[in-house]
Every structure is written in C-alpha cells, then in structure tokens.
C-alpha cells in the first residue's frame, strides 16, 4: 500500500524520507543479522557446551555453566589478562580522547599547508592494518621500553603503589601505540569543532569571555557527544585490535584437546560482557551531570 502511494507520488516527505533511510541501513541489517547475530548465537551454543570436533561433524556435550565457572574461577591467565585488559583501556581512553582534541584544534585553525598536515595524522589509520602494526610493534616501532627503563623514570615508578605502578608503567612504554590509534578521533574532533556556531563565540566575547574560558564553557560542553562517540570508538578499536593479549589467549585455547572450542566460546562472551561494561561505565561517566545541564 505505501510503496503504491509512493509511486503515485501521494506519500508524505517524511515518510518517503524514512523509507529511504530504511533503504540505506536495510543492507546492513542484513549483514548483521547473517554475519554477526547468527555467529553470536552459535558461538553462545557452544559455550554451553562440550565441543568434540570429528571426522563425521561436531558433537556437543551440555555441560551448562562449567565453561563460564572454570574461566573465571580455575584460569588464572585469563582472569588476569581481562584485568589488565580494562585497566589499560581505562587509561588509554583519556590519552587518546585529550591527544586527538589537541590535534584537533590545531588543524582547525587557518595555516598553510593544512591539508597536509590533516594527511599526517590520519596516516596511521591507513597503515595500521593487523600485519603491519604486527610487525612495527615486534620492530619496537610502536612503543619506548628505553623510557620505562631509564634510572629517573625506574625510581619513580618504584615509589608508586602497586595498582598505579602497571597503568603508568604501560602508558610510558606505549605511549606511541596509543596515539597510533588517534586518527579518526581527530578526524571525528574536527567535524566536531566546525559544528558549532561561531557566532556563540562572538557573544561571548562581546560579554568579555576569554578563550580559556570560552573552551571550557561552550568548545568542551559542545563536543560532549563528539567525545562520547570517540570514547565509544576507542573503546572498541582497543577491543578488538589484533594484538590485543585477552584475544590472542583466547585464540591459542581453541583447538586445546581439553575445552577447545566451547572453552573458547565462553571466554569470548565473558570477554564480550566486559566490554559491554566498560563501554557503560565510560559512557555513564562522559554523561554525569549532562543532563541536568
């Protein structure tokens, strides 16, 4: 009925506008549906169960929650590597969100050769493919052990306490892997930055506002979505980058004789259940006091 009214030309804007937008995402859905929906479910059947791969197919033994249980309470690489996971997130965020913020304004501003320099800092974003930041990282190339290493930096560390120690510790020796994944963030930044009106800032001046505090009370609050979404998306590019050790483990248990691929499964979705939750807090933290702003 409403694609006949469609094309008879009798429908509405809105509705022709909607029914173009759900034209647009319909491919997607599909491919979610078929590439990542269907795979999350089998992958949730497995982790339910005991997974014997044979020469006539696989067999699959209920065994309830026991996968879960021997992940969280009898392993304790994985336990330990999922909390280094979120701790190292947790301070890679920050790093990434204030860096990329930075860049961001500069190019904002009217210099030569702009262009140009836009190019540079998206750069790693072309070339940090899987194999290629693979190796630069076995190069030595995205990260600085000489700092970590060095006598001031040594005693410093030692002086602090023990749950501070490995987060500083991780951001000195891989400060530059960690800005390695600022490119779209700068990128999201800057189209950030030309949304908002200009004409704001000229009425704060005219009130005798200063650019400090200009930054602080229209740029920041402005951009709180834009920061939210590059929160969201270097929460989940840090997720799932290659060399992510949570991942590598999990990948080395699979074809294990004992557990394998129902193992696996579970510590994927534990994996994945951590995530959803740092994403939470995270965003519940960015959103504090928003809205009753």
């Avoid at 033994?61 to 879960?68: A, C, K």
């Avoid at 947790?90 to 190019?107: K, T």
């Avoid at 400060?175 to 949304?195: D, E, M, P, R, T």
Wanted: zero cysteines.
């Amino acid at each position: 009925m409403n694609v006949q009214k469609l094309l008879r030309g009798e429908m509405k804007h809105r509705t022709r506008e909607a029914l173009h937008g759900y034209a647009f995402v319909f491919i997607w859905i599909v491919g979610f549906l078929v590439f990542t929906l269907a795979p999350m479910v089998e992958t949730l059947r497995y982790s339910m169960n005991e997974v014997t791969v044979t020469a006539t197919g696989i067999v699959m033994d209920f065994r309830e929650w026991q996968n879960y249980t021997r992940a969280l309470f009898t392993d304790p690489n994985f336990v330990e590597l999922l909390i280094e996971y979120v701790i190292k997130t947790l301070v890679s965020v920050p790093v990434v969100l204030i860096f990329s913020m930075i860049i961001a304004l500069l190019l904002n501003l009217r210099f030569k050769l702009r262009g140009v320099f836009r190019t540079i800092f998206f750069l790693p974003v072309v070339i940090t493919s899987g194999p290629v930041i693979k190796e630069l990282a076995a190069q030595g190339a995205a990260s600085a052990p000489q700092v970590a290493s060095s006598a001031a930096v040594m005693q410093f560390l030692q002086g602090l306490p023990t749950y501070l120690r490995n987060p500083v510790e991780y951001l000195l020796t891989s400060f530059i892997l960690i800005l390695w994944f600022s490119g779209v963030q700068i990128l999201i930044y800057l189209a950030g930055f030309q949304k908002i009106d200009h004409s704001i800032y000229e009425a704060a001046a005219i009130d005798g506002a200063s650019a400090w505090e200009s930054f602080w009370k229209i740029t920041l609050p402005a951009l709180t979505p834009t920061t939210i979404v590059n929160a969201v998306y270097t929460i989940i590019t840090l997720s799932h980058f290659s060399e992510n050790e949570v991942i590598r483990y999990i990948y080395s248990r699979t074809y294990d004789v004992q557990g394998g691929i129902g193992y696996a499964s579970a510590m994927s979705y534990i994996f994945f259940l951590a995530l959803v939750l740092l994403l939470a807090v995270v965003y519940g933290g960015l959103t504090f006091g928003t809205k009753e702003r």
